[in-house]
């Protein structure tokens, strides 16, 4: 009789036993798939957190490159047209920095830098990215042609100020399509030429300064051209910057 009830004893103790068992095994393997799900997910956070820190620090040094091209430009070429009497500053102003207003390098170094950060970003964004004369000789070459247009706009002599609007409109024109061909290359042209005329007529309108024989509102009909062939120029540099400076060989 105490064998039968024995043996009753275990077999009911046993499922028990089993289920305890059971149970114990599920929430070890929870537990150790938690602590993996912890160590993926820190892991991929640090990864994303030097990820973005990288992207921030190659951000912040391309728009301290491109704030000091596009101010070190500004000064040179605002010099030449002062000396070419073709913007005039109070003279209490040019007395500043080398005989120019203080407030223009600042500003165009500005502008080089947010338009030289859009260029790469409207490429990425529009899934067409620039491979045309992608290298650092071209992108000098390119430089070196704007401020030809640029000694342009206040050396050549023309009859009216229409010719010569005219002439470098061509010449930018030319410079775009030598050195960029890309629709987002045009169209952040236009627009940087268009905010720019449009901030020079308002300081001009203001008495900031003023040009000599004005023919388009209060400013040179000519000085879109030089925003644009700038605007183009700038974004070359940007593009070149955001390729971290690799050689690639271009596609004719």
């Known amino acids: ?28 393997l929870a537990s150790k798939a938690e602590e993996m799900m912890s160590i993926i997910t820190s892991v991929l ?3 994303y957190l030097s990820l973005h820190d990288v992207r921030t620090a190659n951000l912040i040094r391309r728009g301290l490159v491109l704030f000091t091209v596009g101010a070190f430009l500004a000064l040179v070429l605002n010099l030449l047209q002062i000396q070419r009497n073709v913007t005039l500053f109070p003279e209490e102003v040019i007395t500043t920095l080398f005989s120019s207003a203080w407030w223009i ?3 165009c170094g500005t502008g080089a830098a947010v338009v030289g950060l859009l260029y790469p970003c409207l490429d990425s964004h529009l899934g067409e990215p620039h491979k045309f004369k992608r290298e650092w000789a071209s992108v000098m070459r390119c430089i070196a042609v ?10 050549l002599d023309f009859d009216n100020n229409v010719q010569l609007s005219l002439t470098l409109a061509a010449l930018s024109l030319g410079l775009w ?13 236009i627009t940087t030429a268009f905010l720019a005329t449009l901030i020079t007529q308002l300081l001009v309108y203001n008495g900031v300064y003023q040009y000599t ?8 009909s000519w000085l879109p051209c030089i925003f644009f062939s700038g605007g183009v120029t700038v974004g070359n540099i940007g593009r070149q910057l955001a390729m971290g400076g690799v050689e690639k060989p271009h596609m004719d």
Do not use: Q
């Open 1 to 28: 009789m105490s064998r039968l009830e024995d043996h009753c004893w275990s077999c009911s103790c046993s499922p028990k036993a089993e289920t305890k068992h059971s149970s114990s095994g599920a929430n070890w």
């Open 45 to 47: 956070s640090n990864a």
């Open 105 to 107: 390098p600042p500003c």
């Open 146 to 155: 704007f401020v030809g247009i640029n000694h342009a706009s206040a050396k």
């Open 177 to 189: 399509w030598t050195f960029d061909r890309s629709r987002s290359g045009f169209g952040l042209g």
């Open 213 to 220: 024989s004005p023919d388009f509102l209060y400013v040179r």
